[in-house]
Protein backbone atom coordinates (compact mmCIF):
# COMPACT_ATOMS: atom_id res chain seq x y z
CA UNK A 1 0.00 0.00 0.00
CA UNK A 2 1.59 3.57 -0.81
CA UNK A 3 0.12 6.43 0.97
CA UNK A 4 1.10 9.93 -0.10
CA UNK A 5 1.27 12.13 3.14
CA UNK A 6 1.46 15.61 2.84
CA UNK A 7 2.93 18.26 5.16
CA UNK A 8 5.05 15.51 6.55
CA UNK A 9 7.93 17.60 7.01
CA UNK A 10 5.99 19.27 9.59
CA UNK A 11 5.94 17.79 13.55
CA UNK A 12 3.00 15.30 13.55
CA UNK A 13 3.29 14.84 10.05
CA UNK A 14 6.82 13.13 9.89
CA UNK A 15 5.99 11.16 13.19
CA UNK A 16 3.37 9.80 11.30
CA UNK A 17 5.13 8.81 8.24
CA UNK A 18 7.94 6.84 10.70
CA UNK A 19 5.17 4.92 11.72
CA UNK A 20 3.80 3.81 8.79
CA UNK A 21 7.64 2.93 7.52
CA UNK A 22 7.76 0.84 10.66
CA UNK A 23 4.62 -0.80 9.24
CA UNK A 24 6.03 -1.58 5.97
CA UNK A 25 4.06 0.87 3.64
CA UNK A 26 5.33 2.69 0.95
CA UNK A 27 5.34 6.80 1.64
CA UNK A 28 5.60 9.38 -0.79
CA UNK A 29 5.54 12.93 0.67
CA UNK A 30 4.35 15.99 -0.22
CA UNK A 31 5.93 19.33 1.79
CA UNK A 32 6.11 23.03 0.40
CA UNK A 33 8.79 23.10 2.88
CA UNK A 34 7.58 26.46 4.80
CA UNK A 35 9.17 27.82 7.95
CA UNK A 36 7.79 24.60 9.76
CA UNK A 37 8.79 21.86 7.53
CA UNK A 38 12.38 20.85 7.20
CA UNK A 39 14.44 18.13 5.42
CA UNK A 40 15.62 17.46 8.74
CA UNK A 41 12.85 16.09 10.00
CA UNK A 42 13.20 13.31 7.65
CA UNK A 43 16.69 12.48 8.82
CA UNK A 44 16.88 8.95 9.27
CA UNK A 45 14.63 7.59 7.17
CA UNK A 46 16.80 8.01 3.31
CA UNK A 47 18.01 4.45 2.72
CA UNK A 48 14.33 2.95 4.18
CA UNK A 49 13.24 1.07 0.46
CA UNK A 50 9.56 1.44 1.58
CA UNK A 51 10.37 6.02 1.29
CA UNK A 52 9.44 7.08 -2.09
CA UNK A 53 11.19 10.63 -1.17
CA UNK A 54 10.49 13.60 -1.16
CA UNK A 55 8.38 16.53 -3.33
CA UNK A 56 9.01 19.84 -2.16
CA UNK A 57 5.66 21.30 -3.69
CA UNK A 58 1.97 22.83 -3.02
CA UNK A 59 -0.81 21.03 -2.48
CA UNK A 60 -2.75 23.98 -4.24
CA UNK A 61 -1.12 22.45 -7.59
CA UNK A 62 -3.36 20.60 -9.28
CA UNK A 63 -0.68 18.98 -11.77
CA UNK A 64 1.58 17.95 -9.30
CA UNK A 65 -0.73 16.64 -7.13
CA UNK A 66 -2.08 14.46 -9.76
CA UNK A 67 0.98 13.71 -11.06
CA UNK A 68 1.67 11.92 -7.83
CA UNK A 69 -1.34 9.80 -7.30
CA UNK A 70 -0.73 8.15 -10.77
CA UNK A 71 3.27 8.34 -10.69
CA UNK A 72 2.86 6.05 -7.34
CA UNK A 73 -0.60 4.49 -7.38
CA UNK A 74 -0.94 6.10 -4.70
CA UNK A 75 -3.79 3.87 -2.20
CA UNK A 76 -4.61 6.67 0.41
CA UNK A 77 -4.00 10.27 1.46
CA UNK A 78 -2.76 11.72 4.51
CA UNK A 79 -3.06 15.15 4.79
CA UNK A 80 -1.03 16.72 7.87
CA UNK A 81 -0.32 19.69 5.15
CA UNK A 82 -1.40 22.93 7.26
CA UNK A 83 -0.90 26.72 8.73
CA UNK A 84 -1.31 25.86 12.38
CA UNK A 85 0.12 28.42 14.62
CA UNK A 86 -2.69 30.30 16.20
CA UNK A 87 -1.11 33.72 16.73
CA UNK A 88 0.33 33.92 13.29
CA UNK A 89 -3.22 33.20 12.19
CA UNK A 90 -4.21 36.35 13.93
CA UNK A 91 -1.27 38.15 12.13
CA UNK A 92 -1.93 37.14 8.51
CA UNK A 93 -5.27 35.19 8.16
CA UNK A 94 -4.77 34.84 4.37
CA UNK A 95 -2.15 32.28 4.16
CA UNK A 96 -4.03 29.66 6.34
CA UNK A 97 -7.26 30.68 4.14
CA UNK A 98 -4.97 29.41 1.56
CA UNK A 99 -3.35 26.35 2.67
CA UNK A 100 -6.11 25.36 4.92
CA UNK A 101 -9.06 25.82 2.15
CA UNK A 102 -7.89 25.88 -0.96
CA UNK A 103 -5.09 23.60 -0.59
CA UNK A 104 -7.51 21.19 1.16
CA UNK A 105 -10.11 21.45 -1.70
CA UNK A 106 -7.44 21.05 -4.68
CA UNK A 107 -6.01 17.44 -2.62
CA UNK A 108 -10.22 16.24 -2.21
CA UNK A 109 -10.92 17.21 -6.24
CA UNK A 110 -7.82 15.73 -7.38
CA UNK A 111 -8.32 12.81 -5.45
CA UNK A 112 -11.86 12.11 -6.03
CA UNK A 113 -10.93 12.24 -10.02
CA UNK A 114 -7.96 9.75 -9.59
CA UNK A 115 -10.18 7.82 -7.57
CA UNK A 116 -13.03 7.53 -9.83
CA UNK A 117 -10.21 6.00 -12.45
CA UNK A 118 -9.14 3.65 -10.33
CA UNK A 119 -10.02 -0.11 -11.58
CA UNK A 120 -8.17 -2.06 -8.70
CA UNK A 121 -8.85 -1.56 -5.04
CA UNK A 122 -10.60 1.54 -5.43
CA UNK A 123 -12.80 0.34 -2.38
CA UNK A 124 -9.95 0.93 -0.38
CA UNK A 125 -8.83 4.00 -1.13
CA UNK A 126 -9.25 6.64 1.54
CA UNK A 127 -8.93 10.63 2.07
CA UNK A 128 -7.78 11.32 6.02
CA UNK A 129 -8.18 14.93 7.22
CA UNK A 130 -6.18 15.33 9.82
CA UNK A 131 -7.72 18.23 11.75
CA UNK A 132 -8.17 19.84 15.53
CA UNK A 133 -9.77 20.14 18.65
CA UNK A 134 -9.99 24.12 17.72
CA UNK A 135 -12.64 23.74 15.67
CA UNK A 136 -15.53 22.89 18.18
CA UNK A 137 -14.07 26.06 20.31
CA UNK A 138 -14.28 26.67 23.53
CA UNK A 139 -15.39 24.54 26.45
CA UNK A 140 -16.19 25.93 29.74
CA UNK A 141 -15.31 24.23 33.24
CA UNK A 142 -16.94 21.00 32.53
CA UNK A 143 -17.28 18.46 29.55
CA UNK A 144 -15.08 17.06 26.40
CA UNK A 145 -15.27 17.44 22.90
CA UNK A 146 -16.44 14.49 21.16
CA UNK A 147 -17.27 13.44 17.65
CA UNK A 148 -20.82 14.81 18.15
CA UNK A 149 -19.66 18.44 19.04
CA UNK A 150 -20.86 21.19 16.58
CA UNK A 151 -17.98 23.22 15.00
CA UNK A 152 -17.92 26.65 16.27
CA UNK A 153 -14.51 27.76 15.72
CA UNK A 154 -13.41 30.88 17.11
CA UNK A 155 -9.82 32.06 15.78
CA UNK A 156 -8.94 32.55 11.40
CA UNK A 157 -6.70 28.89 12.15
CA UNK A 158 -9.75 27.11 13.82
CA UNK A 159 -11.93 28.32 11.01
CA UNK A 160 -9.85 27.33 7.96
CA UNK A 161 -9.72 24.46 9.68
CA UNK A 162 -12.97 24.16 9.91
CA UNK A 163 -14.12 24.91 6.77
CA UNK A 164 -11.49 22.32 5.15
CA UNK A 165 -13.20 20.02 7.29
CA UNK A 166 -16.63 20.72 5.75
CA UNK A 167 -15.11 20.51 2.01
CA UNK A 168 -13.83 16.85 3.18
CA UNK A 169 -16.99 15.75 4.74
CA UNK A 170 -18.78 17.33 1.50
CA UNK A 171 -16.51 15.24 -1.31
CA UNK A 172 -17.54 11.95 1.09
CA UNK A 173 -21.55 13.17 0.84
CA UNK A 174 -21.78 14.12 -2.63
CA UNK A 175 -19.50 12.73 -4.62
CA UNK A 176 -18.58 9.16 -2.56
CA UNK A 177 -15.01 9.66 -1.59
CA UNK A 178 -13.98 7.76 1.00
CA UNK A 179 -12.77 10.14 3.31
CA UNK A 180 -12.38 10.10 7.47
CA UNK A 181 -11.44 12.91 9.65
CA UNK A 182 -9.25 12.77 12.76
CA UNK A 183 -9.32 15.25 15.59
CA UNK A 184 -7.14 15.33 18.30
CA UNK A 185 -5.77 17.51 21.31
CA UNK A 186 -2.79 19.26 21.49
CA UNK A 187 0.30 17.44 19.99
CA UNK A 188 3.83 17.55 21.71
CA UNK A 189 7.11 15.24 21.28
CA UNK A 190 9.85 15.40 18.57
CA UNK A 191 10.19 17.81 16.23
CA UNK A 192 7.87 19.90 17.36
CA UNK A 193 9.05 23.44 16.08
CA UNK A 194 9.80 26.07 18.44
CA UNK A 195 6.89 28.57 18.07
CA UNK A 196 4.55 26.05 19.97
CA UNK A 197 4.39 26.07 23.81
CA UNK A 198 6.41 23.56 24.95
CA UNK A 199 9.22 23.45 22.48
CA UNK A 200 9.20 27.09 23.33
CA UNK A 201 9.59 27.13 26.83
CA UNK A 202 12.27 24.57 26.66
CA UNK A 203 14.20 26.67 24.29
CA UNK A 204 13.46 30.00 26.23
CA UNK A 205 14.51 28.56 29.39
CA UNK A 206 17.57 26.57 28.18
CA UNK A 207 19.04 30.11 26.57
CA UNK A 208 18.17 32.33 30.02
CA UNK A 209 15.52 33.83 28.46
CA UNK A 210 11.84 35.17 29.62
CA UNK A 211 8.98 32.30 29.60
CA UNK A 212 6.08 34.32 28.61
CA UNK A 213 2.61 32.60 29.80
CA UNK A 214 -0.38 34.42 28.72
CA UNK A 215 -2.30 35.91 30.72
CA UNK A 216 -2.75 34.12 33.95
CA UNK A 217 -1.99 30.83 32.49
CA UNK A 218 -4.80 29.16 33.76
CA UNK A 219 -6.31 28.06 30.13
CA UNK A 220 -6.52 24.47 29.89
CA UNK A 221 -5.41 22.23 27.14
CA UNK A 222 -5.27 18.24 26.68
CA UNK A 223 -2.11 16.92 26.04
CA UNK A 224 -1.40 14.02 23.76
CA UNK A 225 2.13 12.75 23.24
CA UNK A 226 2.73 12.92 19.34
CA UNK A 227 3.05 9.09 18.93
CA UNK A 228 0.00 8.18 21.00
CA UNK A 229 -1.77 10.39 17.84
CA UNK A 230 0.07 8.96 15.23
CA UNK A 231 -0.55 5.27 16.40
CA UNK A 232 -4.91 6.61 16.33
CA UNK A 233 -4.33 8.30 12.95
CA UNK A 234 -2.94 4.74 11.61
CA UNK A 235 -6.24 3.06 12.99
CA UNK A 236 -8.13 5.42 11.51
CA UNK A 237 -6.83 4.72 8.47
CA UNK A 238 -6.55 1.24 8.50
CA UNK A 239 -9.91 0.03 10.15
CA UNK A 240 -11.59 3.37 10.06
CA UNK A 241 -15.54 3.66 8.31
CA UNK A 242 -15.54 6.36 5.14
CA UNK A 243 -17.35 9.57 6.69
CA UNK A 244 -16.70 8.68 10.11
CA UNK A 245 -15.25 11.33 12.03
CA UNK A 246 -12.79 10.15 14.85
CA UNK A 247 -11.27 11.78 18.17
CA UNK A 248 -7.88 11.29 20.21
CA UNK A 249 -6.84 12.78 23.33
CA UNK A 250 -4.62 12.75 25.68
CA UNK A 251 -6.53 12.24 29.00
CA UNK A 252 -4.04 15.12 30.73
CA UNK A 253 -5.68 18.10 30.94
CA UNK A 254 -3.11 20.88 32.59
CA UNK A 255 -3.34 24.64 32.71
CA UNK A 256 -1.11 26.28 30.74
CA UNK A 257 0.70 27.70 33.66
CA UNK A 258 1.01 23.43 34.99
CA UNK A 259 2.58 22.38 31.52
CA UNK A 260 5.29 25.69 31.97
CA UNK A 261 6.02 24.05 35.41
CA UNK A 262 6.30 20.58 34.63
CA UNK A 263 9.12 22.11 32.00
CA UNK A 264 10.69 23.81 34.22
CA UNK A 265 11.23 21.43 36.88
CA UNK A 266 12.10 18.39 34.84
CA UNK A 267 14.77 21.02 33.59
CA UNK A 268 16.25 21.36 37.15
CA UNK A 269 16.42 18.01 37.39
CA UNK A 270 18.31 17.33 33.88
CA UNK A 271 20.20 20.46 33.14
CA UNK A 272 20.51 22.00 36.59
CA UNK A 273 21.64 26.20 35.72
CA UNK A 274 24.85 26.96 36.80
CA UNK A 275 23.93 29.66 39.40
CA UNK A 276 21.73 27.29 41.16
CA UNK A 277 18.78 29.15 40.41
CA UNK A 278 15.29 27.36 39.46
CA UNK A 279 14.05 27.70 35.91
CA UNK A 280 10.88 28.50 37.39
CA UNK A 281 11.89 32.41 38.14
CA UNK A 282 12.24 32.80 34.21
CA UNK A 283 8.86 32.62 33.99
CA UNK A 284 6.72 36.35 33.03
CA UNK A 285 3.26 36.98 32.80
CA UNK A 286 2.13 39.12 29.23
CA UNK A 287 -1.36 39.98 27.65
CA UNK A 288 -3.11 37.14 27.07
CA UNK A 289 -3.96 36.11 23.61
CA UNK A 290 -6.50 37.48 21.21
CA UNK A 291 -9.90 35.58 21.32
CA UNK A 292 -7.91 33.27 23.89
CA UNK A 293 -9.92 29.57 24.08
CA UNK A 294 -10.81 28.74 28.35
CA UNK A 295 -10.32 25.10 27.55
CA UNK A 296 -10.26 22.09 25.40
CA UNK A 297 -10.54 18.78 25.82
CA UNK A 298 -11.10 15.46 24.09
CA UNK A 299 -13.79 12.53 25.00
CA UNK A 300 -12.00 9.85 23.10
CA UNK A 301 -14.22 6.86 24.35
CA UNK A 302 -15.67 6.13 20.36
CA UNK A 303 -11.96 5.46 19.13
CA UNK A 304 -11.25 3.56 22.24
CA UNK A 305 -14.30 0.86 21.58
CA UNK A 306 -14.39 1.27 17.71
CA UNK A 307 -11.33 1.33 16.80
CA UNK A 308 -9.44 -0.34 19.78
CA UNK A 309 -7.01 2.77 20.85
CA UNK A 310 -4.78 2.72 23.96
CA UNK A 311 -2.58 5.47 24.85
CA UNK A 312 0.85 4.43 25.63
CA UNK A 313 2.47 7.52 27.46
CA UNK A 314 1.25 9.81 30.42
CA UNK A 315 2.29 13.57 30.56
CA UNK A 316 4.86 13.49 33.24
CA UNK A 317 6.45 10.65 31.65
CA UNK A 318 5.86 12.11 28.08
CA UNK A 319 7.28 15.64 28.67
CA UNK A 320 10.42 14.59 30.23
CA UNK A 321 11.08 11.55 27.20
CA UNK A 322 10.55 15.03 24.99
CA UNK A 323 12.77 17.36 26.82
CA UNK A 324 15.75 14.64 26.82
CA UNK A 325 15.00 14.53 22.67
CA UNK A 326 15.72 18.47 22.63
CA UNK A 327 18.48 18.00 24.77
CA UNK A 328 19.86 14.81 22.23
CA UNK A 329 19.32 16.84 18.95
CA UNK A 330 20.95 19.79 18.85
CA UNK A 331 21.68 19.36 15.46
CA UNK A 332 18.28 19.79 14.37
CA UNK A 333 17.62 22.52 16.91
CA UNK A 334 20.59 24.59 15.58
CA UNK A 335 19.14 23.93 11.51
CA UNK A 336 15.65 24.65 12.49
CA UNK A 337 16.38 27.63 15.04
CA UNK A 338 17.62 29.28 11.78
CA UNK A 339 14.34 29.98 10.12
CA UNK A 340 12.18 32.99 12.17
CA UNK A 341 10.28 31.79 15.35
Avoid at 293 to 310: C, F, H, N, P, Q
Wanted: aromatic fraction near 12%; charged fraction near 20%; glycine fraction near 8%.
Amino acid sequence: MTILVTGAAGFIGCNFVRLALENNYRVVVLDKLTYAGHRENLIGIEDNPHYLGLVEGDIENPTLVSNLLEKYSVNAIVNFAAESHVDRSIEDPGVFVRTNVFGTFNLLHCAELYWRKLTQQKNKFRFVQISTDEVFGSLGDEGKFSEQTPYKPNSPYSASKASGDHFVRAWYETYGLPTITTNCSNNYGPFQFPEKLIPHMIHCALSDMPLPVYGNGKNVRDWIHVSDHCRGIMLALENGVPGETYCFGGNAEKTNLEVVHTICNTLNQLVPRADGRSYLDQITFVEDRKGHDWRYAIDDTKVEKSLGYKRKWNFEDGITSTIQWYLENKTWKDAVLKSKI
